[in-house]
Each structure stands twice: as structure tokens, then as C-alpha cells.
């Protein structure tokens, strides 16, 4: 007997929440926003809007489904099935968080702000979602997945990052798959996908007025920036930027110790050592997104 669809709603606390939590009540909450000319008012509308699309989603679902509710602090430690369909509440970045985590299951991205929220990922209004659990119309979304020599992975939606764990430079030897080899010291390596040429990646493209074509969020192939790499009688700044397309990789040697992560999620890291290889390319699996 097969089971029924599980509904699985997505979150994060809001500010009020957050800061209710640090201050412990919300007089005194209230009081520190005043001190520093912000009101309460603001982050009670928020606050209220998300709990009204919350509730809006929950009534929504169908009787015979399971249901959970998974906040985002709690992703890397919750059970997702292959059954289950995701529904995220909240910002585009919150898509992103919990793409890492999923293997086929389709999302769909709830905007509870639509004036705050640009909507890239969570597109739809939260009355909508009686129709879009009926009939859901999919589109794949490219992902990016990075792998160590030892067997370590992670996939990311928007971007992968590699460098220092702290502000210092990293350093390492970059290969791409132009057989260009550098020893290289920087802030950095972003690899990004289509949808994140939105963000990060973007900020770094302009800033550098480079003449790449960024991909487009389905395109199976990324792009690639070396941030403030520092030129040096060992370290050059020759190779630093550049597209992948699969199943080409982008090939990173540590020499010093490096971090990498995905989408912003610091708490959910690999650790490459002095020596470990890093290869970078177009994930296996893809976001299916709910459009």
C-alpha cells in the first residue's frame, strides 16, 4: 500500500520572533527597537503576514495527506521522503535553503510579501495553493554540486563558495577545464548556477564588467569568479572566471585550509585540508519547482 502525499511547509522565524527570543519578552523587544528609532508595529505586520499565509496553506491541504512543518534552522536535521511535496513560506532565498535537501520532490514557493519579496522563487500568492497542489506544472532548475576526494558532497541552488573559514586569503591551485592550471590566493571561488547569476554570482559579474553570458536558470551549465585574487611572485590572477558546462568541472587543490558551503548555509559546510582535491560541477539532481 502506497502512502498518501505529505505536505511538508517550510519557514523561518520571523524578526519579531527572533528578537522576542533574544530580549526575552516583547516589552523589552520593543523597547530596543524604539531605542534605535524602529517600531514594533513594523515587525507585528510581518510577523502577520506570515501567519496568515501559514494558516492560508494549512487549511489548504487536503484532508487525506500527512502533513509536517520543517523551520529552516531545522533543514539539515529533518527527514525529507519521496513522497512528500514541499510548500515554502516566505522569502526566495528560503527555496534555495531547502533545495539542498531534496531529491526529485517538486516546491512550491509561497510569497507571504509580495511588496517585499522580488517573487523569483516563491512566485505564487498564498490563495493559489489549493490549485497548484491539484495541478502542479514543474520546471527543473539547474543545481550546482560540489565533491571532495574523499567523498564528501553538496549541492546548492544558487552558488557553491570555497575559501578561508575566516577573512584571510585562500589559498589553493585552480584548474578549469581549459586545461588552465593557476596557483592562486584570494577571498574565494564562487560557482554559480543560472538562478544564482540573480544574486551573488551577478554582483561579482558587474562589479567586474566581465563579458561572460551568464546562464539562464534551466541551462545545465554554470558560471564561475575568483573574488580579489592577489598577484604575487607564486599566485596569479590570470584564470578567474569562466562558465562550465556539464559535465565539465571546475577542479580546486587546497593549500591551506578551506571551507565550502552553499546558498548562505554556514551551518552546513564541507571542510577541504591541506593536499584534498575539490571538483565542482552541474549537480545530478535539479530543483523542481513549482511555476
Given at each position: 500500500?502506497?502512502?498518501?502525499?505529505?505536505?511538508?511547509?517550510?519557514?523561518?522565524?520571523?524578526?519579531?520572533?527572533?528578537?522576542?527570543?533574544r530580549?526575552?519578552?516583547?516589552?523589552?523587544?520593543?523597547?530596543?527597537?524604539?531605542?534605535?528609532?524602529?517600531?514594533?508595529?513594523?515587525?507585528?505586520?510581518?510577523?502577520?503576514?506570515?501567519?496568515?499565509?501559514?494558516?492560508?496553506?494549512?487549511?489548504?491541504?487536503?484532508?487525506?495527506?500527512?502533513?509536517?512543518?520543517?523551520?529552516?534552522?531545522?533543514?539539515?536535521?529533518?527527514?525529507?521522503?519521496?513522497?512528500?511535496?514541499?510548500?515554502?513560506?516566505?522569502?526566495?532565498?528560503?527555496?534555495?535553503?531547502?533545495?539542498?535537501?531534496?531529491?526529485?520532490?517538486?516546491?512550491?514557493?509561497?510569497?507571504?510579501?509580495?511588496?517585499?519579496?522580488?517573487?523569483?522563487?516563491?512566485?505564487?500568492?498564498?490563495?493559489?495553493?489549493?490549485?497548484?497542489?491539484?495541478?502542479?506544472?514543474?520546471?527543473?532548475?539547474?543545481?550546482?554540486?560540489?565533491?571532495?576526494?574523499?567523498?564528501q558532497?553538496?549541492?546548492?541552488?544558487?552558488?557553491?563558495?570555497?575559501?578561508?573559514?575566516?577573512?584571510?586569503?585562500?589559498?589553493?591551485?585552480?584548474?578549469?577545464?581549459?586545461?588552465?592550471?593557476?596557483?592562486?590566493?584570494?577571498?574565494?571561488?564562487?560557482?554559480?548556477?543560472?538562478?544564482?547569476?540573480?544574486?551573488?554570482?551577478?554582483?561579482?559579474?558587474?562589479?567586474?564588467?566581465?563579458?561572460?553570458?551568464?546562464?539562464?536558470?534551466?541551462?545545465p551549465a554554470?558560471?564561475?569568479?575568483?573574488r580579489?585574487?592577489?598577484?604575487?611572485?607564486?599566485?596569479?590572477?590570470?584564470?578567474?572566471?569562466?562558465?562550465?558546462?556539464?559535465?565539465?568541472?571546475?577542479?580546486?587543490?587546497?593549500?591551506?585550509?578551506?571551507?565550502?558551503?552553499?546558498?548562505?548555509?554556514?551551518?552546513?559546510?564541507?571542510?577541504?585540508?591541506?593536499?584534498?582535491?575539490?571538483?565542482?560541477?552541474?549537480?545530478?539532481?535539479?530543483?523542481?519547482?513549482?511555476?
Amino acid at each position: 500500500m502506497s502512502l498518501p502525499p505529505r505536505a511538508v511547509i517550510v519557514h523561518r522565524a520571523t524578526e519579531l520572533t527572533e528578537l522576542v527570543a533574544r530580549h526575552g519578552t516583547r516589552q523589552q523587544a520593543g523597547f530596543f527597537l524604539t531605542s534605535r528609532g524602529r517600531d514594533l508595529a513594523e515587525l507585528d505586520a510581518r510577523h502577520q503576514a506570515q501567519q496568515d499565509a501559514l494558516a492560508t496553506v494549512s487549511a489548504a491541504i487536503p484532508l487525506d495527506w500527512r502533513r509536517a512543518v520543517a523551520e529552516r534552522n531545522d533543514l539539515d536535521r529533518f527527514g525529507f521522503g519521496p513522497e512528500d511535496v514541499v510548500i515554502a513560506v516566505g522569502q526566495d532565498g528560503l527555496v534555495a535553503n531547502v533545495a539542498k535537501y531534496l531529491d526529485g520532490q517538486p516546491v512550491i514557493g509561497i510569497n507571504p510579501e509580495p511588496a517585499r519579496n522580488p517573487g523569483v522563487l516563491v512566485p505564487h500568492e498564498p490563495a493559489a495553493i489549493a490549485d497548484l497542489l491539484a495541478v502542479p506544472n514543474v520546471t527543473a532548475r539547474t543545481m550546482v554540486a560540489a565533491s571532495t576526494d574523499d567523498g564528501q558532497q553538496l549541492i546548492a541552488l544558487n552558488e557553491v563558495y570555497v575559501g578561508h573559514h575566516s577573512h584571510q586569503s585562500a589559498r589553493y591551485r585552480l584548474s578549469s577545464p581549459e586545461s588552465l592550471a593557476e596557483r592562486q590566493s584570494s577571498s574565494g571561488v564562487l560557482v554559480g548556477t543560472g538562478t544564482g547569476s540573480t544574486g551573488w554570482c551577478r554582483s561579482a559579474w558587474q562589479e567586474r564588467r566581465s563579458p561572460l553570458a551568464l546562464p539562464a536558470p534551466t541551462d545545465p551549465a554554470l558560471c564561475w569568479f575568483v573574488r580579489e585574487a592577489w598577484p604575487s611572485p607564486a599566485t596569479g590572477t590570470d584564470n578567474t572566471e569562466g562558465l562550465l558546462k556539464a559535465p565539465d568541472t571546475l577542479t580546486i587543490t587546497a593549500e591551506s585550509d578551506l571551507v565550502v558551503f552553499g546558498d548562505g548555509m554556514e551551518s552546513d559546510t564541507l571542510t577541504v585540508t591541506w593536499g584534498q582535491r575539490l571538483e565542482i560541477g552541474v549537480a545530478p539532481v535539479t530543483l523542481q519547482l513549482v511555476v
